[in-house]
């Protein structure tokens, strides 16, 4: 009898349990259950900068519009959560390396591959290839799997607990307006959602450029830096562009402000720092390499020569400039830290916002100012400046808080 089951089951083993013969095949396992929820009551833990999240008790995650491979021994003792953010060509690479540290952590657990269950949740229709490429990279390591919860747009919010079993999934329909925010005027919380997803790469990155907004060099120039240089010298100068894109503005700052440093043979320390809600365009800032339009190479040429390599239409900056540049991932919407501005530069994101949100982004600037302090936001809404306390200065397109 157990000879007649091998043969009719040569995927499976055959276990002895409770004194009947079981086939331990690749379908006996897909023992996650779904279950969609109509409330969400716990409020999942954000993502953060982390993509697979590990243990024994509830893991919540906040999957967004991705897809999310769960994994957890078939004891329900240890569970995974694998929900890769990366939008670009790497995704496959992440995903596999998530998979096999995944194996590894069960294996340190004394969990073996072929005793975990396996299943893939969402993701919105917006990110099918992902799906696509996480059930080739799952089957290529001899996974069993169940799908769920894979058609439609929806934002989603998983609750695994890896003792019972049970994915709950809370799904939001997704608004257009969420993740197209150039079509739209945005909420505080639309905004936040929007910009955090690759889908808006392109709207942010294509709205930004070298040396954009000329009259805030020409207040630098004028007014900021001499200001500076006369009430607090010796004192660093700080520059905050805020939803910095891609990071070309805060480069073109700092090539800025180091050339009207040295002019003024003023030793003082200076930085800018750039934020950006999206991840993958703070990364592309940190490394501090653009494809540069014919234009911009004409006309600032001399600036990329000084500051970086020129190679084609491509510039790449050195150590000498990216010294003075920091970037990092930041919620416009969350209240700054201490550190002092004497200026705030935010280019790229008040256009696509409703006048409370611009309220309160205004409000949070102001809290990381010096005194005096300047801000430009575009698009410039006297009204709301002087409503807040900020003086409109029209020559330079800015607002100043005394």
Request: include cysteine.
């Amino acid at each position: 009898m157990q000879n007649a089951l091998l043969k009719n089951h040569p995927r499976g083993t055959i276990k002895r349990h409770t004194g009947l013969y079981v086939a331990n095949l690749a379908w006996y396992h897909r023992m996650i259950q779904y279950k969609p929820i109509p409330k969400d009551d716990a409020g999942a833990t954000l993502r953060g900068s982390r993509e697979t999240f590990f243990g024994a008790g509830s893991l919540n995650i906040n999957t967004g519009l991705n897809p999310a491979v769960i994994i957890r021994s078939e004891d329900g003792s240890y569970g995974c959560v694998i929900n890769i953010t990366e939008n670009g060509s790497d995704f496959s690479l992440h995903a596999e390396k998530a998979v096999e540290q995944a194996i590894a952590k069960f294996a340190v657990n004394k969990i073996s591959k072929d005793s975990i269950e396996t299943a893939l949740i969402g993701g919105s229709d917006s990110a099918k290839w992902k799906t696509t490429k996480l059930i080739g990279i799952l089957r290529k390591a001899k996974l069993p799997m169940n799908e769920f919860d894979l058609n439609g747009m929806f934002y989603r919010k998983l609750y695994f607990d890896p003792k019972s079993g049970v994915a709950k999934v809370f799904r939001e329909e997704v608004n257009t307006a969420h993740w197209n925010p150039g079509s739209a005027s945005l909420s505080l919380n639309d905004g936040t959602r929007g910009f955090s997803e690759g889908h808006v790469g392109g709207v942010v990155t294509n709205a930004t450029r070298f040396f954009r907004q000329q009259s805030t060099f020409k207040a630098l120039r004028e007014h900021i830096i001499p200001e500076h240089l006369q009430i607090t010298p010796g004192k660093p100068f700080y520059l905050w562009s805020a939803a910095c894109s891609s990071g070309v503005e805060a480069y073109s700052y700092a090539m800025y402000i180091h050339r009207l440093l040295t002019r003024a043979r003023a030793g003082i320390p200076f930085m800018v720092f750039g934020t950006d809600i999206n991840e993958k365009l703070v990364k592309t800032a940190t490394e501090g390499e653009y494809d540069v339009a014919g234009k911009d190479l004409a006309e600032y040429g001399a600036y990329f020569n000084r500051y970086g390599t020129i190679n084609g239409s491509s510039v790449k900056f050195g150590d000498e400039i990216k010294k003075f540049v920091s970037f990092r991932r930041f919620d416009l919407k969350n209240k700054p830290r201490s550190r002092k501005f004497r200026m705030i530069v935010c280019a790229n994101v008040f256009q696509y916002y409703q006048d409370d949100a611009r309220e309160h982004f205004l409000g949070n600037f102001i809290s990381a100012l010096e005194r005096p302090g300047y801000i430009f936001a575009n698009p410039l809404t006297p009204n709301l400046a002087k409503k807040i306390g900020l003086e409109v200065l029209s020559k330079y397109q800015m607002m100043r808080a005394l």
